[in-house]
DNA sequence: TAACATTTTTACCGGCTGGTCAAATATTCA
DNA sequence: TGAATATTTGACCAGCCGGTAAAAATGTTA
């Protein structure tokens, strides 16, 4: 599995030889608009049915456009798969990296348990990509997970272990309240079906939204942070 | 979509003539056996790949099969994913269904946590496997989680509502409740991938379920549940 | 052992898969 | 304009896909 991420960026195939000496070469208007398009397709497609179940005719189709056409912008599948957890990989990260060691932790946790839920509202599909990825054994996306997610979730939990030291969050394992926090609020995008069904919503029905920004703050901060009014 | 779960228990193909006048004829050893073997590889493959990524050449060579004779005993793809599905179905419901109104809440609440979570770990290519149908849309069990899950689910949310109107359970929507007690635990099993390269294990090394299960009952019990000795 | 039922294999099918190629068509710009 | 470049198309390919048919092999039982 190739594994590799980083600076793997769309382009269409004759400008995509990275790694030569030639300069990157600016993006034609057709060029811009078309793998926008390829992407949105893709993404429709890749968070449904993973990478192995989705397939070009597929994407091609939800493009609108011939297969030919479609591999004129990107060498293959992969890249197009690639392209697409690159461009997540980012929105995913930054909320974490906002976490501050020198704010409040109320603050902060809630804070960044919000914004998780807004991008898992604002982004389901790309939280199923994601989801997807995972289930598949990360074959994309692996080397980031063992290299740059697990670098910030270390001090990032370290920051949160320094607050339970100093008696200002409940006790509790740091990395594993961030699995609670990343499972809790991605949830509501990867099993939005289940949710719905469950709640009797009808498809495209996003008012759960509300109850579960008021459930994780009860859940993670209410009770959680240590900010009683008993002690 | 075909969407029917209910019996469609896996049978060889002469007999799987349901619907018919005939007696459902006892099975042979060997199909008792080649079911198995054919069930097993398909778990792994289908909580991999989900069901479009699958192929019925990887669940043949998986279980040591020729396709025909794989296609023996199961009568296409969908059969063995069904079968799959209605076995699961099972484990996954006997705990939310378990929950007794007469039981003390952080008992109850915390006894579910805890199944939950050994059958996240006793069972991860279940729930991945259940993880991907429902990211494909729910295709199979949609029926399923429209009626029958939807139905348990109101009925153990009245259970829980009454436990917050009594003020025995810190106010909160039963129901997402329940999709917060889901998703974490799952997530260790769906999940799995991403947890261990975050926290630095080999593959295959599930200690972290002992601080999981640390977490959970942090996050669900020792603060949700109104039994602070400061009131 | 012979008759019968079950299981497995071999050979095969049409359609879809990811992907290539060269020719045809648009677009850009000197 | 026209030459150069960028884009799109259609025809095609080998291999895989889910699935079938029938014969061969194996197991069961009277």
Redesign the pocket.
Known sequence: MSDKINDLMPT?A?TAVSGDGMPP?Q?????IT?EAKILEAALDVFSQDGFRG?????IASAAD?????L???F????MIHIALLAGLLDIWLTPLSEISATGDPTLEIGGYIKRKLEISREYPRESRLFANEILAGAPHIGDFLRTKLKKLVDEKAEILQRWVDNGRLAPCDPRHLLFAIWSTTQHYADFSVQVRLVLGLEAEDNSYYEEASQMLETLFLSQLIKTHDCD
């Open positions: 269409a004759h070469k993006k034609t208007r057709i060029q078309n989705a397939t070009l005719d597929r456009m011939s297969k030919p056409n591999l004129y912008y060498k293959n599948k992969e």
